[in-house]
């Protein structure tokens, strides 16, 4: 079982900046993938950002050159720092961690972009 505990939520105006933490504890092997992604109220959940062990990343197109992920292995610890945001960005946003025989999602963290 792997228990992921999230942060760095919060209201923001546009243009500010944001980094979410989220930090994997319990029964991790091999941690392969961590990533986020987001969930706008009465949209489907898509894909944000994810990084492969090792520093190989993958970004949506819409936050491409604004959101930066990053892991520290040591810590078992993905973050993602968030600039320039959008109104449009407004989302649950949740992390997910692979490992070797499974994956868990984190319980959501609210980022609200508005004046």
């Known amino acids: 079982q792997v228990h992921l505990v999230e942060s760095g939520g919060g209201l923001v105006q546009p243009g500010g900046s944001l980094r979410l933490s989220c930090a994997a504890s319990g029964s991790i092997s091999t941690i392969n993938v961590m990533g986020w992604y987001r969930q706008a109220p009465g949209k489907q959940r898509e894909l944000v950002a994810t990084?492969?062990?090792?520093?190989?990343?993958n970004y949506a197109d819409f936050v491409k050159g604004r959101f930066t992920i990053s892991r520290d292995n040591a810590k078992n610890t993905v973050y993602l720092q968030m600039n320039s945001l959008k109104p449009e960005d407004t989302a649950v946003y949740y992390c997910l961690v692979v490992i070797t025989g499974g994956s868990s999602w984190g319980q959501g963290t609210q980022v609200t972009v508005s004046s």
């Open positions: 990084i492969i062990s090792g520093s190989r990343t």
